[in-house]
């Protein structure tokens, strides 16, 4: 039997995980205004992947990510399904330092 939505009582939810995945531009956007809480580690994990990252291990909850053209690694952590905010903020960094851009603007 399909479970109640507890933010809207007249819907059913059949999947527990709510809606699709958020546009890669419109998550960069957000993230670049700083608004690194409350974002689905899925998300971020694909966004890493838009701009070029790759995933290199899994380590438990560890994702450790490495990007062709920089020397650095990124480790994002899934956690109950959120990214760490602290993470979100060195990978914005990342792709400041490094002027990294969405494969679709390349």
Do not use: C, W
């Not at 546009?23 to 809480?37: C, E, Q, T």
């Amino acid at each position: 039997m399909p479970r109640r939505d507890r933010r809207h009582p007249d819907r059913t939810v059949s999947n527990p995980s709510y809606g699709a995945r958020m546009n890669r531009k419109k998550l960069l956007v957000r993230l670049a205004r700083g608004a690194v809480a409350n974002v689905a580690f899925a998300d971020v994990l694909s966004l890493a992947e838009g701009i070029g990252f790759e995933p290199r291990r899994i380590s438990g909850s560890h994702h450790i990510l490495a990007h062709p053209d920089i020397p650095e690694f990124i480790n994002l952590q899934d956690v109950r399904g959120q990214a760490k905010p602290y993470q979100i903020r060195q990978l914005m960094r990342l792709i400041e330092r490094y002027d990294l851009r969405l494969e679709s603007e390349r």
